[in-house]
């Protein structure tokens, strides 16, 4: 990846949407080089991904919270797997230290957020602990990392 393909990368970023005229204007490309220099992003797997951003808070959705969740090892695979089913879960992860999962949820409103608390994580076999934080403020929010 050289430095034009850094480039792209943060112009996309900024607005995926982009045409490859304006990009490759912006990198001195002709419109052909741009799309195959996104082209090759996207085959090498560096770019997986075009999406939007949704504003869950405007679609009704008034709590964003994250949950520091800890499993029994025999169960880790089917817990990841049926709170990835859940269409309040945005996002899990695995992480070191005490909590082998990091969940975020975005849920309608705080009842919302105790029924799945307590009908959907305390159900689940194999979940030992539960921790959770609810977001205040959003400072920033990037998909992806800087190249």
Do not use: C, W
Request: charged share 30%; aromatic share 8%.
């Amino acid at each position: 990846m050289d430095e034009t393909d850094k480039r792209i990368i943060e112009m996309l970023l900024k607005n995926s949407r982009i045409s490859y005229v304006d990009l490759g204007k912006e990198l001195g490309l002709s419109r052909v080089a741009a799309r195959e220099r996104v082209k090759n992003l996207l085959d090498k797997g560096i770019i997986q991904d075009f999406t939007i951003t949704l504003n869950l808070e405007r679609m009704g959705n008034q709590v964003s919270a994250f949950f520091n969740i800890e499993v029994e090892p025999f169960y880790f695979e089917a817990i990841a797997e049926e709170l990835a089913g859940d269409p309040n879960v945005v996002s899990i992860y695995q992480m070191t230290g005490p909590s082998n999962l990091h969940v975020h949820a975005v849920l309608r409103d705080k009842e919302s957020l105790e029924q799945f608390i307590y009908r959907k994580l305390y159900s689940v076999k194999g979940i030992k602990k539960v921790d959770n934080q609810i977001l205040l403020r959003r400072f920033k929010s990037r998909g992806g990392v800087r190249p």
